[in-house]
Protein backbone atom coordinates (compact mmCIF):
# COMPACT_ATOMS: atom_id res chain seq x y z
CA UNK A 1 0.00 0.00 0.00
CA UNK A 2 1.34 3.84 -0.36
CA UNK A 3 1.81 3.99 3.76
CA UNK A 4 4.20 0.86 3.34
CA UNK A 5 6.16 2.62 -0.04
CA UNK A 6 6.32 5.83 2.12
CA UNK A 7 7.88 4.68 4.97
CA UNK A 8 10.55 2.88 2.97
CA UNK A 9 11.28 5.99 0.68
CA UNK A 10 11.32 8.10 4.05
CA UNK A 11 13.90 5.14 5.70
CA UNK A 12 16.22 5.10 2.55
CA UNK A 13 15.96 9.16 2.60
CA UNK A 14 17.60 8.54 6.24
CA UNK A 15 19.95 6.54 5.25
CA UNK A 16 21.20 8.56 2.22
CA UNK A 17 21.09 11.58 4.76
CA UNK A 18 23.12 9.60 7.28
CA UNK A 19 26.03 8.00 4.31
CA UNK A 20 28.58 9.87 5.68
CA UNK A 21 28.72 8.12 8.35
CA UNK A 22 28.59 4.45 6.34
CA UNK A 23 31.54 2.84 4.96
CA UNK A 24 31.95 1.81 1.30
CA UNK A 25 33.49 -1.47 0.14
CA UNK A 26 36.66 0.91 -0.95
CA UNK A 27 37.33 1.96 2.91
CA UNK A 28 37.66 -1.26 3.94
CA UNK A 29 39.80 -2.74 0.86
CA UNK A 30 43.81 -4.02 2.14
CA UNK A 31 45.22 -2.23 -1.12
CA UNK A 32 43.22 1.00 -0.52
CA UNK A 33 46.24 3.18 0.60
CA UNK A 34 47.51 3.05 -2.95
CA UNK A 35 44.93 5.60 -4.30
CA UNK A 36 43.31 8.77 -3.19
CA UNK A 37 39.38 9.49 -2.88
CA UNK A 38 38.84 12.29 -5.38
CA UNK A 39 34.70 12.35 -5.52
CA UNK A 40 31.49 10.36 -3.96
CA UNK A 41 28.91 10.38 -6.59
CA UNK A 42 25.43 8.02 -6.32
CA UNK A 43 26.86 4.65 -6.37
CA UNK A 44 30.42 5.14 -7.23
CA UNK A 45 33.79 6.92 -6.60
CA UNK A 46 36.38 8.56 -8.34
CA UNK A 47 39.53 7.57 -6.99
CA UNK A 48 43.66 8.70 -7.91
CA UNK A 49 45.88 6.30 -8.39
CA UNK A 50 49.10 7.17 -6.02
CA UNK A 51 51.21 4.98 -8.43
CA UNK A 52 50.90 6.75 -11.36
CA UNK A 53 53.74 8.89 -12.45
CA UNK A 54 51.06 11.14 -14.42
CA UNK A 55 49.05 11.44 -11.24
CA UNK A 56 45.83 13.01 -13.04
CA UNK A 57 44.03 10.05 -14.57
CA UNK A 58 40.84 9.85 -12.62
CA UNK A 59 39.74 6.07 -12.23
CA UNK A 60 35.98 5.32 -11.03
CA UNK A 61 34.61 2.13 -8.53
CA UNK A 62 31.16 1.21 -7.38
CA UNK A 63 31.08 1.38 -3.88
CA UNK A 64 30.01 -2.22 -3.09
CA UNK A 65 32.85 -3.52 -5.71
CA UNK A 66 36.93 -2.37 -5.96
CA UNK A 67 37.33 -5.27 -9.28
CA UNK A 68 37.97 -2.04 -11.53
CA UNK A 69 40.57 -0.89 -9.16
CA UNK A 70 42.28 -4.40 -9.03
CA UNK A 71 42.31 -4.45 -12.92
CA UNK A 72 43.66 -1.85 -12.89
CA UNK A 73 46.69 -2.73 -10.10
CA UNK A 74 47.22 -5.99 -12.05
CA UNK A 75 47.88 -4.13 -15.63
CA UNK A 76 49.45 -0.92 -15.10
CA UNK A 77 51.44 -2.03 -11.67
CA UNK A 78 52.12 -5.93 -12.78
CA UNK A 79 55.43 -5.33 -11.60
CA UNK A 80 54.88 -3.19 -8.46
CA UNK A 81 55.05 -5.75 -5.17
CA UNK A 82 51.88 -4.51 -3.15
CA UNK A 83 51.53 -4.46 0.66
CA UNK A 84 48.31 -5.18 2.03
CA UNK A 85 47.00 -2.65 4.43
CA UNK A 86 47.71 -3.92 8.34
CA UNK A 87 44.47 -2.27 9.11
CA UNK A 88 42.60 -3.73 6.40
CA UNK A 89 44.13 -7.38 7.43
CA UNK A 90 43.54 -6.85 11.13
CA UNK A 91 39.60 -6.41 11.20
CA UNK A 92 39.30 -9.05 8.51
CA UNK A 93 40.91 -11.33 10.58
CA UNK A 94 39.12 -10.54 13.80
CA UNK A 95 35.83 -10.92 11.73
CA UNK A 96 34.59 -14.57 12.70
CA UNK A 97 31.39 -14.39 10.74
CA UNK A 98 31.55 -13.12 7.20
CA UNK A 99 29.45 -9.61 6.16
CA UNK A 100 25.74 -9.82 4.89
CA UNK A 101 25.67 -9.47 1.18
CA UNK A 102 23.19 -6.30 2.08
CA UNK A 103 22.02 -5.28 5.23
CA UNK A 104 18.72 -5.95 5.87
CA UNK A 105 16.15 -2.73 6.40
CA UNK A 106 13.09 -2.70 8.97
CA UNK A 107 10.49 -1.26 6.96
CA UNK A 108 8.17 -0.43 10.15
CA UNK A 109 10.82 1.48 11.67
CA UNK A 110 9.63 5.24 11.27
CA UNK A 111 12.51 7.86 10.71
CA UNK A 112 11.55 11.61 11.77
CA UNK A 113 12.97 14.21 9.47
CA UNK A 114 13.21 17.94 10.08
CA UNK A 115 11.17 20.25 8.16
CA UNK A 116 14.31 22.18 7.05
CA UNK A 117 16.00 18.68 5.78
CA UNK A 118 12.54 18.09 4.06
CA UNK A 119 12.82 21.59 2.24
CA UNK A 120 16.34 21.40 1.23
CA UNK A 121 15.73 17.67 -0.54
CA UNK A 122 12.44 19.03 -2.55
CA UNK A 123 14.68 21.76 -4.19
CA UNK A 124 17.91 19.48 -4.64
CA UNK A 125 15.33 16.97 -6.49
CA UNK A 126 13.79 20.08 -8.54
CA UNK A 127 17.26 21.99 -9.07
CA UNK A 128 19.13 18.64 -10.15
CA UNK A 129 16.86 17.24 -12.57
CA UNK A 130 15.96 19.96 -13.87
CA UNK A 131 12.07 19.95 -13.43
CA UNK A 132 9.76 22.79 -13.54
CA UNK A 133 8.63 24.59 -10.13
CA UNK A 134 4.98 23.76 -10.66
CA UNK A 135 6.07 20.19 -9.73
CA UNK A 136 5.57 21.31 -5.86
CA UNK A 137 2.01 21.56 -6.74
CA UNK A 138 1.35 18.27 -8.03
CA UNK A 139 -1.02 16.41 -6.21
CA UNK A 140 1.09 13.04 -6.51
CA UNK A 141 4.12 15.09 -5.33
CA UNK A 142 2.49 16.48 -2.46
CA UNK A 143 0.78 13.23 -1.69
CA UNK A 144 4.58 11.51 -1.49
CA UNK A 145 5.57 14.58 0.36
CA UNK A 146 2.87 14.36 3.29
CA UNK A 147 3.74 10.66 3.94
CA UNK A 148 7.16 11.75 5.11
CA UNK A 149 7.47 11.83 8.97
CA UNK A 150 8.00 15.11 10.48
CA UNK A 151 8.19 16.28 13.99
CA UNK A 152 5.33 18.67 14.24
CA UNK A 153 3.89 17.85 10.76
CA UNK A 154 4.94 18.11 7.44
CA UNK A 155 4.04 21.62 5.76
CA UNK A 156 3.70 22.08 2.44
CA UNK A 157 5.01 24.69 -0.07
CA UNK A 158 3.26 26.16 -2.67
CA UNK A 159 4.59 27.55 -6.14
CA UNK A 160 5.19 31.04 -4.68
CA UNK A 161 6.12 30.05 -1.51
CA UNK A 162 8.89 27.65 -2.76
CA UNK A 163 10.09 29.98 -5.58
CA UNK A 164 10.92 32.73 -2.32
CA UNK A 165 12.80 30.05 -0.71
CA UNK A 166 14.72 29.34 -4.31
CA UNK A 167 15.30 32.81 -4.04
CA UNK A 168 16.79 32.87 -0.51
CA UNK A 169 19.25 29.81 -1.55
CA UNK A 170 20.15 31.39 -4.93
CA UNK A 171 21.44 34.39 -2.51
CA UNK A 172 23.01 32.51 -0.24
CA UNK A 173 25.21 30.91 -3.11
CA UNK A 174 25.89 33.58 -4.72
CA UNK A 175 27.36 35.25 -1.13
CA UNK A 176 29.66 32.66 -0.85
CA UNK A 177 30.79 32.64 -4.94
CA UNK A 178 31.58 36.17 -3.41
CA UNK A 179 33.34 34.89 -0.61
CA UNK A 180 35.49 32.40 -2.15
CA UNK A 181 36.39 35.13 -5.26
CA UNK A 182 37.86 37.46 -2.48
CA UNK A 183 40.46 34.91 -1.51
CA UNK A 184 41.63 34.43 -4.68
CA UNK A 185 44.14 36.36 -6.60
CA UNK A 186 43.94 35.24 -10.32
CA UNK A 187 40.46 34.19 -12.12
CA UNK A 188 39.98 33.92 -15.44
CA UNK A 189 36.28 33.10 -17.11
CA UNK A 190 34.80 32.11 -20.72
CA UNK A 191 32.02 33.57 -22.29
CA UNK A 192 29.32 32.93 -25.33
CA UNK A 193 25.90 33.92 -26.28
CA UNK A 194 23.94 31.11 -27.11
CA UNK A 195 19.98 31.30 -29.05
CA UNK A 196 17.18 29.03 -28.49
CA UNK A 197 13.46 29.52 -28.65
CA UNK A 198 14.18 32.97 -30.37
CA UNK A 199 15.91 34.24 -27.08
CA UNK A 200 19.55 34.86 -26.79
CA UNK A 201 21.96 34.35 -23.34
CA UNK A 202 24.78 35.38 -22.55
CA UNK A 203 26.83 32.97 -20.33
CA UNK A 204 29.81 33.77 -18.55
CA UNK A 205 31.65 30.96 -16.18
CA UNK A 206 34.49 30.57 -14.07
CA UNK A 207 31.96 29.00 -11.76
CA UNK A 208 28.62 29.52 -13.19
CA UNK A 209 28.70 33.51 -13.04
CA UNK A 210 25.54 34.47 -15.18
CA UNK A 211 23.10 32.87 -17.70
CA UNK A 212 21.76 36.61 -18.85
CA UNK A 213 19.04 37.67 -21.66
CA UNK A 214 20.34 39.62 -24.26
CA UNK A 215 17.51 41.43 -26.17
CA UNK A 216 18.36 43.00 -29.37
CA UNK A 217 21.84 42.96 -31.75
CA UNK A 218 24.71 41.27 -30.42
CA UNK A 219 26.78 43.95 -31.17
CA UNK A 220 30.68 44.24 -29.90
CA UNK A 221 29.99 47.52 -27.56
CA UNK A 222 26.42 45.44 -25.96
CA UNK A 223 28.70 42.64 -25.19
CA UNK A 224 31.07 44.44 -23.44
CA UNK A 225 28.67 46.19 -21.47
CA UNK A 226 27.42 42.87 -19.96
CA UNK A 227 30.48 41.08 -19.63
CA UNK A 228 32.10 44.19 -17.67
CA UNK A 229 29.05 44.47 -14.93
CA UNK A 230 29.05 40.81 -14.35
CA UNK A 231 33.10 40.99 -13.86
CA UNK A 232 32.36 44.20 -11.46
CA UNK A 233 29.13 42.50 -9.79
CA UNK A 234 31.39 39.68 -8.64
CA UNK A 235 34.32 42.11 -7.65
CA UNK A 236 36.73 40.60 -10.46
CA UNK A 237 37.35 43.27 -12.63
CA UNK A 238 40.96 43.41 -11.10
CA UNK A 239 41.40 39.89 -10.63
CA UNK A 240 40.37 38.27 -14.25
CA UNK A 241 43.78 37.51 -16.06
CA UNK A 242 41.22 36.45 -19.59
CA UNK A 243 38.28 35.79 -21.16
CA UNK A 244 38.06 32.96 -23.23
CA UNK A 245 35.63 33.24 -26.08
CA UNK A 246 35.24 31.73 -29.87
CA UNK A 247 36.66 33.22 -33.21
CA UNK A 248 33.28 35.05 -33.66
CA UNK A 249 34.39 38.78 -34.73
CA UNK A 250 31.80 40.39 -32.40
CA UNK A 251 33.42 39.40 -29.38
CA UNK A 252 36.76 39.52 -31.12
CA UNK A 253 36.34 43.57 -31.71
CA UNK A 254 34.81 44.00 -28.23
CA UNK A 255 37.82 42.88 -26.44
CA UNK A 256 40.05 44.53 -28.88
CA UNK A 257 38.36 48.00 -28.47
CA UNK A 258 37.73 48.14 -24.58
CA UNK A 259 41.62 47.35 -23.51
CA UNK A 260 42.94 49.08 -21.08
CA UNK A 261 46.03 51.40 -22.31
CA UNK A 262 48.74 49.65 -21.96
CA UNK A 263 51.70 51.56 -20.01
CA UNK A 264 55.35 50.94 -21.87
CA UNK A 265 58.91 52.10 -21.16
CA UNK A 266 59.50 51.94 -24.22
CA UNK A 267 57.65 54.34 -26.41
CA UNK A 268 59.71 54.84 -28.99
CA UNK A 269 59.68 51.47 -30.42
CA UNK A 270 56.55 50.73 -30.47
CA UNK A 271 55.07 50.22 -33.67
CA UNK A 272 52.51 52.57 -35.07
CA UNK A 273 48.77 51.41 -35.14
CA UNK A 274 45.93 53.35 -37.18
CA UNK A 275 42.73 53.35 -35.52
CA UNK A 276 39.41 54.18 -36.82
CA UNK A 277 38.48 58.27 -35.17
CA UNK A 278 34.49 57.31 -34.98
CA UNK A 279 35.02 53.90 -33.37
CA UNK A 280 37.13 56.11 -30.67
CA UNK A 281 34.67 58.56 -30.30
CA UNK A 282 32.08 55.91 -29.44
CA UNK A 283 33.49 53.90 -27.48
CA UNK A 284 35.04 57.15 -25.10
CA UNK A 285 31.47 58.18 -24.25
CA UNK A 286 31.26 54.48 -22.62
CA UNK A 287 32.98 55.54 -19.16
CA UNK A 288 34.19 52.54 -16.88
CA UNK A 289 34.25 49.78 -19.56
CA UNK A 290 37.33 47.83 -19.13
CA UNK A 291 37.39 44.24 -20.32
CA UNK A 292 40.19 41.97 -19.61
CA UNK A 293 42.89 40.29 -21.89
CA UNK A 294 41.25 38.19 -24.77
CA UNK A 295 42.36 34.28 -25.79
CA UNK A 296 40.52 32.84 -28.40
CA UNK A 297 39.20 29.39 -27.92
CA UNK A 298 41.74 26.44 -28.81
CA UNK A 299 38.55 23.97 -29.28
CA UNK A 300 37.08 26.32 -31.48
CA UNK A 301 40.19 26.84 -33.89
CA UNK A 302 41.16 23.48 -34.81
CA UNK A 303 37.06 22.81 -35.80
CA UNK A 304 38.16 25.38 -37.93
CA UNK A 305 41.16 23.81 -39.17
CA UNK A 306 39.53 20.72 -39.63
CA UNK A 307 36.26 22.15 -41.53
CA UNK A 308 37.21 24.65 -43.40
CA UNK A 309 40.66 23.94 -44.05
CA UNK A 310 40.80 20.45 -44.34
CA UNK A 311 37.52 21.01 -47.20
CA UNK A 312 39.57 23.70 -48.97
CA UNK A 313 42.46 21.78 -49.32
CA UNK A 314 40.89 18.34 -50.46
CA UNK A 315 39.18 20.12 -53.01
CA UNK A 316 41.81 22.52 -54.18
CA UNK A 317 44.16 19.13 -54.76
CA UNK A 318 43.86 17.32 -58.17
CA UNK A 319 44.49 14.46 -56.35
CA UNK A 320 41.98 14.37 -54.17
CA UNK A 321 39.21 16.27 -55.44
CA UNK A 322 37.22 13.76 -56.91
CA UNK A 323 37.94 10.71 -54.65
CA UNK A 324 37.12 13.52 -51.82
CA UNK A 325 33.35 13.80 -53.28
CA UNK A 326 32.87 10.52 -54.18
CA UNK A 327 33.40 8.93 -51.03
CA UNK A 328 31.52 11.39 -48.76
CA UNK A 329 28.52 11.02 -51.54
CA UNK A 330 28.50 7.26 -50.45
CA UNK A 331 29.26 7.58 -47.15
CA UNK A 332 26.21 10.49 -47.15
CA UNK A 333 24.16 7.90 -48.88
CA UNK A 334 24.67 4.72 -46.33
CA UNK A 335 24.05 7.75 -43.18
CA UNK A 336 20.75 8.42 -44.98
CA UNK A 337 19.45 5.46 -45.79
CA UNK A 338 20.45 3.88 -41.65
CA UNK A 339 19.02 6.69 -40.39
CA UNK A 340 15.46 7.21 -41.86
CA UNK A 341 14.77 3.67 -42.52
CA UNK A 342 14.38 0.86 -39.77
CA UNK A 343 14.86 -1.97 -41.79
CA UNK A 344 18.20 -0.62 -42.87
CA UNK A 345 19.39 0.24 -39.47
CA UNK A 346 17.86 -2.96 -38.24
CA UNK A 347 20.18 -4.67 -41.73
CA UNK A 348 23.56 -3.06 -40.14
CA UNK A 349 23.13 -4.50 -36.89
CA UNK A 350 22.72 -7.97 -37.72
CA UNK A 351 25.12 -7.78 -39.91
CA UNK A 352 27.64 -5.66 -38.63
CA UNK A 353 26.83 -6.26 -35.17
CA UNK A 354 26.96 -2.51 -34.54
CA UNK A 355 24.82 0.89 -35.67
CA UNK A 356 26.36 3.48 -38.21
CA UNK A 357 26.79 7.22 -36.18
CA UNK A 358 25.23 9.88 -38.38
CA UNK A 359 26.95 12.79 -38.20
CA UNK A 360 26.65 16.39 -36.50
CA UNK A 361 26.79 19.58 -38.78
CA UNK A 362 27.76 21.42 -35.48
CA UNK A 363 30.09 19.24 -34.35
CA UNK A 364 33.02 17.92 -36.75
CA UNK A 365 34.01 15.26 -34.15
CA UNK A 366 30.98 13.31 -35.04
CA UNK A 367 32.25 13.22 -38.73
CA UNK A 368 35.50 11.99 -37.90
CA UNK A 369 33.47 9.06 -35.66
CA UNK A 370 30.90 8.33 -38.26
CA UNK A 371 33.58 8.01 -40.86
CA UNK A 372 35.64 5.63 -38.55
CA UNK A 373 32.54 3.53 -38.29
CA UNK A 374 32.28 2.77 -41.58
CA UNK A 375 36.06 2.17 -42.15
CA UNK A 376 35.74 -0.47 -38.92
CA UNK A 377 33.42 -2.27 -41.12
CA UNK A 378 35.32 -4.86 -43.61
CA UNK A 379 35.05 -4.13 -47.39
CA UNK A 380 33.09 -7.32 -47.98
CA UNK A 381 30.00 -6.46 -45.36
CA UNK A 382 30.24 -2.86 -46.78
CA UNK A 383 29.15 -4.11 -50.48
CA UNK A 384 26.48 -6.57 -48.70
CA UNK A 385 25.18 -3.75 -47.13
CA UNK A 386 25.12 -1.32 -50.30
CA UNK A 387 23.97 -4.07 -52.16
CA UNK A 388 21.17 -5.06 -50.11
CA UNK A 389 20.12 -1.14 -49.60
CA UNK A 390 20.51 -0.45 -53.53
CA UNK A 391 23.41 2.30 -52.97
CA UNK A 392 26.09 2.23 -54.72
CA UNK A 393 29.17 0.29 -53.10
CA UNK A 394 32.19 2.08 -51.89
CA UNK A 395 35.18 1.21 -54.44
CA UNK A 396 38.66 0.24 -52.84
CA UNK A 397 40.39 3.61 -53.71
CA UNK A 398 37.80 5.12 -51.59
CA UNK A 399 37.74 2.75 -48.84
CA UNK A 400 41.46 3.60 -48.98
CA UNK A 401 41.04 7.41 -48.92
CA UNK A 402 38.98 6.92 -46.14
CA UNK A 403 41.26 5.09 -43.94
CA UNK A 404 43.68 7.74 -44.56
CA UNK A 405 41.57 10.44 -43.67
CA UNK A 406 40.83 8.86 -40.60
CA UNK A 407 44.78 8.14 -39.86
CA UNK A 408 45.64 12.11 -40.48
CA UNK A 409 42.39 13.24 -38.50
CA UNK A 410 43.12 11.19 -35.57
CA UNK A 411 45.75 13.03 -33.47
CA UNK A 412 43.10 16.02 -34.07
CA UNK A 413 40.23 14.35 -32.01
CA UNK A 414 43.01 13.62 -29.52
CA UNK A 415 44.08 16.89 -29.40
CA UNK A 416 40.30 18.91 -28.87
CA UNK A 417 39.62 15.86 -26.42
CA UNK A 418 42.31 17.15 -24.42
CA UNK A 419 41.76 20.86 -24.96
CA UNK A 420 37.96 20.87 -24.11
CA UNK A 421 38.79 18.70 -20.87
CA UNK A 422 36.86 19.90 -17.54
CA UNK A 423 39.49 18.75 -15.30
CA UNK A 424 43.70 19.83 -14.55
CA UNK A 425 43.28 20.98 -18.46
CA UNK A 426 44.99 24.62 -17.65
CA UNK A 427 46.34 27.03 -20.21
CA UNK A 428 50.05 25.95 -19.83
CA UNK A 429 47.89 22.12 -22.06
CA UNK A 430 48.00 24.42 -25.13
CA UNK A 431 50.99 25.02 -26.24
CA UNK A 432 52.68 21.52 -25.71
CA UNK A 433 48.88 19.73 -27.30
CA UNK A 434 49.94 21.56 -30.52
CA UNK A 435 53.63 21.11 -30.76
CA UNK A 436 52.74 17.15 -30.03
CA UNK A 437 49.88 17.74 -32.88
CA UNK A 438 52.41 18.82 -35.49
CA UNK A 439 54.70 16.50 -35.10
CA UNK A 440 52.48 13.24 -34.90
CA UNK A 441 51.33 14.81 -38.00
CA UNK A 442 54.06 14.89 -39.95
CA UNK A 443 54.95 11.46 -38.92
CA UNK A 444 52.01 9.99 -40.67
CA UNK A 445 53.15 11.39 -44.34
CA UNK A 446 55.14 8.18 -44.88
CA UNK A 447 52.59 5.53 -45.04
CA UNK A 448 50.11 7.88 -47.15
CA UNK A 449 49.39 6.61 -50.60
CA UNK A 450 46.18 9.25 -51.73
CA UNK A 451 46.12 12.18 -49.16
CA UNK A 452 49.83 12.83 -49.37
CA UNK A 453 49.85 16.74 -48.82
CA UNK A 454 47.25 16.59 -46.61
CA UNK A 455 49.61 16.47 -42.94
CA UNK A 456 51.83 19.38 -44.48
CA UNK A 457 48.74 21.12 -44.86
CA UNK A 458 47.03 20.93 -41.98
CA UNK A 459 50.83 22.06 -40.16
CA UNK A 460 50.65 24.91 -42.08
CA UNK A 461 47.29 26.17 -40.71
CA UNK A 462 48.03 25.46 -37.37
CA UNK A 463 51.11 27.09 -37.50
CA UNK A 464 49.19 29.86 -39.08
CA UNK A 465 45.90 30.33 -36.86
CA UNK A 466 48.00 29.98 -33.68
CA UNK A 467 50.69 32.31 -34.99
CA UNK A 468 50.29 34.73 -32.00
CA UNK A 469 50.43 31.48 -29.55
CA UNK A 470 52.74 30.08 -30.69
CA UNK A 471 55.25 33.30 -30.12
CA UNK A 472 52.96 34.39 -26.52
CA UNK A 473 55.56 34.46 -24.22
CA UNK A 474 52.51 33.99 -21.09
CA UNK A 475 51.42 30.60 -23.28
CA UNK A 476 55.78 29.43 -22.84
CA UNK A 477 55.33 30.33 -19.26
CA UNK A 478 51.83 28.89 -18.48
CA UNK A 479 53.54 25.62 -20.34
CA UNK A 480 56.54 25.47 -18.27
CA UNK A 481 55.47 26.28 -15.22
CA UNK A 482 52.96 22.84 -15.61
CA UNK A 483 55.41 20.14 -13.58
CA UNK A 484 54.30 17.42 -16.53
CA UNK A 485 55.57 19.59 -18.93
CA UNK A 486 58.65 21.84 -18.05
CA UNK A 487 60.85 22.16 -21.18
CA UNK A 488 59.84 18.39 -22.11
CA UNK A 489 57.90 19.73 -25.09
CA UNK A 490 60.58 21.69 -26.38
CA UNK A 491 63.00 19.65 -29.16
CA UNK A 492 65.42 22.80 -29.99
CA UNK A 493 67.92 22.91 -27.24
CA UNK A 494 68.14 26.98 -28.08
CA UNK A 495 64.57 27.50 -27.42
CA UNK A 496 65.25 25.34 -24.37
CA UNK A 497 67.87 27.79 -23.14
CA UNK A 498 65.92 31.06 -24.18
CA UNK A 499 62.57 29.16 -21.96
CA UNK A 500 65.06 28.73 -18.84
CA UNK A 501 66.20 32.25 -19.38
CA UNK A 502 62.42 33.99 -19.70
CA UNK A 503 61.10 31.90 -16.90
CA UNK A 504 64.28 33.20 -14.27
CA UNK A 505 63.82 36.85 -15.62
CA UNK A 506 59.41 36.62 -14.39
CA UNK A 507 61.03 34.89 -10.95
CA UNK A 508 62.98 37.95 -10.96
CA UNK A 509 59.93 40.57 -11.40
CA UNK A 510 58.27 39.13 -8.58
CA UNK A 511 61.44 39.18 -6.30
CA UNK A 512 61.59 42.95 -5.00
CA UNK A 513 65.40 44.14 -5.59
CA UNK A 514 66.68 46.64 -2.40
CA UNK A 515 66.10 50.43 -3.39
CA UNK A 516 68.20 53.46 -2.97
CA UNK A 517 67.48 53.96 0.75
CA UNK A 518 67.50 49.99 1.50
CA UNK A 519 71.12 50.32 0.12
CA UNK A 520 71.98 54.12 1.96
CA UNK A 521 70.90 52.26 5.31
CA UNK A 522 73.92 49.57 4.70
CA UNK A 523 76.64 52.19 4.01
CA UNK A 524 78.77 52.70 7.09
CA UNK A 525 78.26 56.42 8.34
CA UNK A 526 80.40 58.38 10.83
CA UNK A 527 78.55 60.22 13.48
CA UNK A 528 81.09 63.16 12.66
CA UNK A 529 83.13 64.43 9.29
CA UNK A 530 86.25 62.42 9.81
CA UNK A 531 89.65 64.04 9.08
CA UNK A 532 92.49 63.22 6.79
CA UNK A 533 94.09 61.72 9.78
CA UNK A 534 91.70 59.24 11.05
CA UNK A 535 90.40 57.90 7.92
CA UNK A 536 91.41 54.44 7.50
CA UNK A 537 91.63 52.13 4.44
CA UNK A 538 89.12 50.09 5.13
CA UNK A 539 86.79 53.24 5.19
CA UNK A 540 87.81 54.30 1.74
CA UNK A 541 86.58 51.18 0.22
CA UNK A 542 83.40 50.88 0.98
CA UNK A 543 81.34 48.72 -1.68
CA UNK A 544 77.60 47.43 -2.07
CA UNK A 545 76.93 44.32 -1.05
CA UNK A 546 76.50 41.35 -3.50
CA UNK A 547 73.15 40.45 -4.08
CA UNK A 548 72.06 37.30 -3.51
CA UNK A 549 68.75 37.61 -5.64
CA UNK A 550 70.27 36.42 -9.01
CA UNK A 551 72.24 33.10 -7.45
CA UNK A 552 68.01 32.40 -5.62
CA UNK A 553 66.33 32.67 -8.43
CA UNK A 554 68.35 30.54 -10.21
CA UNK A 555 69.04 28.03 -7.87
CA UNK A 556 65.32 27.64 -7.35
CA UNK A 557 64.46 27.21 -11.20
CA UNK A 558 67.30 24.73 -11.84
CA UNK A 559 66.27 22.57 -8.59
CA UNK A 560 62.33 23.06 -10.27
CA UNK A 561 63.65 21.91 -14.19
CA UNK A 562 65.39 19.07 -12.94
CA UNK A 563 63.07 17.65 -10.58
CA UNK A 564 61.37 14.19 -11.81
CA UNK A 565 57.93 14.78 -10.02
CA UNK A 566 55.11 15.91 -12.68
CA UNK A 567 52.31 16.07 -9.73
CA UNK A 568 51.25 19.98 -9.04
CA UNK A 569 52.27 18.87 -5.54
CA UNK A 570 55.43 20.04 -6.00
CA UNK A 571 54.86 23.75 -7.03
CA UNK A 572 54.98 24.35 -2.85
CA UNK A 573 58.57 23.71 -2.97
CA UNK A 574 59.07 26.34 -5.63
CA UNK A 575 57.13 29.57 -4.51
CA UNK A 576 58.30 31.95 -6.83
CA UNK A 577 57.50 29.64 -9.67
CA UNK A 578 54.20 28.55 -7.93
CA UNK A 579 53.09 32.30 -8.20
CA UNK A 580 53.73 32.08 -12.19
CA UNK A 581 52.23 29.37 -12.33
CA UNK A 582 48.47 30.42 -10.69
CA UNK A 583 48.74 33.68 -12.76
CA UNK A 584 49.51 32.24 -16.41
CA UNK A 585 47.31 29.13 -15.76
CA UNK A 586 44.09 30.72 -14.25
CA UNK A 587 42.76 30.26 -17.82
CA UNK A 588 41.43 27.26 -19.97
CA UNK A 589 42.72 27.14 -23.22
CA UNK A 590 38.93 26.62 -24.33
CA UNK A 591 35.34 27.48 -24.06
CA UNK A 592 33.47 24.12 -23.33
CA UNK A 593 32.93 25.27 -19.74
CA UNK A 594 30.05 28.01 -21.24
CA UNK A 595 29.26 25.51 -23.64
CA UNK A 596 28.30 22.65 -20.77
CA UNK A 597 26.00 25.45 -19.10
CA UNK A 598 24.05 25.84 -22.40
CA UNK A 599 23.80 22.12 -23.09
CA UNK A 600 22.07 22.36 -19.27
CA UNK A 601 20.14 25.20 -20.25
CA UNK A 602 18.23 23.42 -23.46
CA UNK A 603 17.42 20.84 -20.28
CA UNK A 604 15.72 23.66 -17.91
CA UNK A 605 13.96 25.79 -21.36
CA UNK A 606 12.43 23.24 -23.03
CA UNK A 607 9.42 24.02 -24.88
CA UNK A 608 6.77 22.70 -22.45
CA UNK A 609 9.05 25.41 -19.92
CA UNK A 610 9.28 27.91 -21.88
CA UNK A 611 6.90 29.90 -19.85
CA UNK A 612 10.20 30.18 -17.30
CA UNK A 613 10.95 33.72 -16.51
CA UNK A 614 14.62 34.89 -17.45
CA UNK A 615 15.38 35.28 -13.84
CA UNK A 616 13.41 31.93 -13.02
CA UNK A 617 15.84 30.59 -15.59
CA UNK A 618 19.00 32.37 -14.93
CA UNK A 619 18.79 30.99 -11.62
CA UNK A 620 18.12 27.42 -12.25
CA UNK A 621 20.36 26.76 -14.39
CA UNK A 622 23.34 28.82 -12.08
CA UNK A 623 22.18 26.76 -9.22
CA UNK A 624 22.53 23.24 -10.54
CA UNK A 625 25.94 24.19 -12.57
CA UNK A 626 27.42 25.11 -9.31
CA UNK A 627 26.09 21.96 -7.14
CA UNK A 628 24.60 24.43 -4.96
CA UNK A 629 23.31 21.24 -3.40
CA UNK A 630 26.17 19.91 -2.16
CA UNK A 631 27.35 22.84 -0.86
Request: aromatic share 8%; proline share 4%; net charge neutral.
Amino acid sequence: NVQWWCKQITLCAAVMASQGKSKTSFSKWKYAHYFTLVEHKDKKLLVKCKLCLSGSKVLSTAINSNSNLSKHLQKVHASTKLEANPVSVDTLEVSQAPPAKQQRLDFNQTVSQGQGQINKAIARYVVENMQPVSTVESPAFRQLVSMITCSGGTQQMGRKTFSNYLDKEYSKMESELKTTFEGLDYIATTADIWSVHNKSFLGLTKAVLACKRIKGRHTYDVIAAEINHIHSLYGLSTKVTATVTDNGSNFVKAFQMYQPESLSDDDDDEEVTFTNVADVLDTSTEEGIVLPPHLRCASHTLNLISCSDVDKWLLSNPGTKGIYRSATAKCTALWSKASRSTLASELVGDLVGKKLLVPCSTRWNSFYDAVARIVEIPMTDLSTISNRLELKCIGEREFQFLREYCAIMKPLTVALDILQGEENCYYGTLLPTIEVLMSKLLEIREGLIIATGLPDAIVQAIKTRFASVLESNDAILAAVTLPMFKLRWLRDQRKKEMVKGMLAAECHKLIPRPGPVQQAAKMPVSPTTPDSSSYNVQDFFCFEEADDTFSTVETEVMTYLRTAETGMEILKQFPTIKEISLKKNAATPSSAPVEKLFSLGSLVLSPKRNKLSDQRFERLLLMRYNHWFEG
